[in-house]
């Protein structure tokens, strides 16, 4: 067991005029499984590359171990699967190798294939199992589960919390909660750390953020009346020292000394009460550094004039003159939100997108009704290019509207003057999101859209889609985002 020290870290990238961190400061212990939250763009990855040692920086980060990264480069994908672990992990011994890749459902004869013949998630665990034998390292893995079904979302979470060591980011709920004793939270003002999983983090978080909001409140009605106390009392100071000098009582000189002792403590009086309101203003002040406004988002989705708006009659996606899946066949009728479901490669994009008119080889019908109007959110972010104002003008929609949009999904106004391509994973599905509220259609068509959006971004979507009940179908691994809007699910069985 040793400690990673974090003292007085700051940090901006050379093109930035604005620290990225400044003057952090934390200590973990090297056992703990720390789940690492915070929303898109706060330096989650960069906070990784520090302390890979990519940048330079101010202050200390000070540890004992040796940092590992996921994901993993791998430079020739054509090699065996067991030599490129054995660049891994070049102490392991195959039996280990064997036994983690039990652990993790994955067959052992993928160890003698081509690396590139794996599927996604075959090579996340792959690569996770080989990382954890490195005996003394501390790993850092950066959002595993984009590539990973919810089947295998479990598995890797399970996998998880058998080790320890690590630091993980996710965006996905019930994952950190299954496998993380701990969380790391990169807030509005500082990171912090928490004993726990994300459900208690989340709670404790809530707590203080309400507490704070009424502690603000009750501050400003005291500092609004002491204000008024001070402004009272010295004016009640002022007009008694002015009767010092040529007033009478009663025809009866008036008593200076008396009159001045009591100004005087009607001025300190005042001074005292302008001391007590600094001090609630400075308290106040420390105040709601860390709050998480969420704002609602809106959508107007079109009735259509009829209840059903799409039906799939034993349809077979075909790939390479192979059936993808079993035959399928469903409705999709008014304000339903279907949710495909099945392991990776069943078929459920390829279902999303003869949906959208695209040309996939398949068999069986999708029947659309006439006039419908379809809006889509696709998995692939590499399109984007550009200025937001040009992609708005592009896809025809209201520039003013769907940067509103962006500000509410948290994008700080210096993100609009940026090129998409130098966003964040995360800001570049919000972009396409975004895109997608702006669009009035009869069917809002999602596939995966939450891969690496923040959790606050989670919660804010799933509000939207309760509150406005769009007609809906989708694809998602997340399974707290499934509970939370899908009204039925549709699974796809591997042909």
Not at 99 to 111: F, N
Not at 311 to 330: A, R
Not at 355 to 370: F, P
Request: with cysteine.
């Amino acid at each position: 067991m040793s400690m990673i020290r974090v003292e007085n870290l700051t940090f901006a990238y050379p093109s930035s005029y604005d620290n990225i961190f400044e003057n952090v400061n934390f200590h973990i212990d090297t056992d703990w499984k720390l789940g690492f939250i915070g929303r898109n763009g706060r330096g989650k990855t960069t906070f990784l590359n520090l302390l890979l040692g990519k940048y330079e920086y101010h202050g200390k980060i000070q540890s004992s171990v040796q940092f590992d990264y996921f994901p993993y480069p791998v430079s020739d994908k054509n090699k065996l699967t067991t030599d490129i672990l054995s660049e891994v992990c070049p102490m392991a011994e195959e039996w280990e190798l064997l036994r983690e890749l039990s652990y993790l459902e994955v067959r052992e004869d993928v160890l003698w294939r081509p690396f590139f013949t794996l599927s996604n998630g075959e090579q996340t665990k792959v690569l996770l199992a080989a990382l954890f034998l490195n005996d003394g390292h501390f790993l850092l893995i950066d959002e595993p589960t984009n590539h990973l079904d919810m089947k295998a979302r479990e598995t890797v979470s399970a996998y998880l919390k058998r080790k320890k060591g690590f630091i993980l980011v996710s965006h996905d709920r019930c994952f950190l909660d299954g496998c993380v004793d701990h969380i790391l939270s990169i807030n509005r003002s500082n990171i912090e750390v928490q004993s726990g999983n994300f459900s208690t983090w989340f709670t404790n978080f809530q707590r203080q953020q309400e507490f704070e909001l009424a502690q603000n409140v009750k501050l400003s009605k005291e500092i609004e009346r002491m204000k008024k106390a001070a402004q009272q009392s010295k004016g009640w100071s002022i007009e008694v020292e002015k009767t010092k000098n040529g007033t009478r009582i009663s025809g009866i000189k008036a008593d200076k000394g008396h009159i001045g002792h009591k100004a005087a403590k009607m001025m300190k009086r005042s001074k005292s009460i302008e001391a007590r309101q600094q001090r609630a203003i400075g308290e106040k002040s420390r105040l709601l550094k860390n709050l998480e406004t969420v704002e609602d988002l809106k959508l107007t989705p079109l009735l259509y004039f009829s209840d059903t708006l799409v039906t799939f009659s034993d349809v077979v996606p075909i790939f390479d003159g192979k059936d993808i899946c079993q035959p399928i066949s469903f409705d999709i009728k008014q304000g339903e939100r279907i949710v495909l479901d099945g392991k990776n490669g069943s078929g459920k994009t390829s279902l999303l997108k003869l949906l959208m008119g695209q040309q996939i080889e398949h068999r069986g019908t999708v029947a659309m009704g006439s006039g419908m109007i379809l809006s889509y959110v696709p998995q692939d972010t590499s399109m984007l290019n550009g200025s937001l104002s040009e992609f708005a003008n592009a896809n025809h929609i209201d520039e003013s509207l769907f940067k509103a949009i962006l500000r509410k999904m948290d994008f700080s106004r210096i993100q609009f003057e940026k090129k998409m391509e130098d966003f964040s994973a995360g800001q570049k599905k919000k972009v396409l999101i975004a895109k997608s509220l702006c669009e009035q259609a009869h069917l809002y068509v999602w596939d995966e859209p939450l891969n690496y959006v923040d959790i606050y971004s989670r919660m804010q979507i799933e509000n939207l889609i309760q509150e406005f009940s769009p007609t809906m179908i989708f694809v998602e691994h997340d399974l707290a985002f499934r509970n939370a809007i899908a009204t039925q699910n549709i699974r796809l069985t591997v042909g």
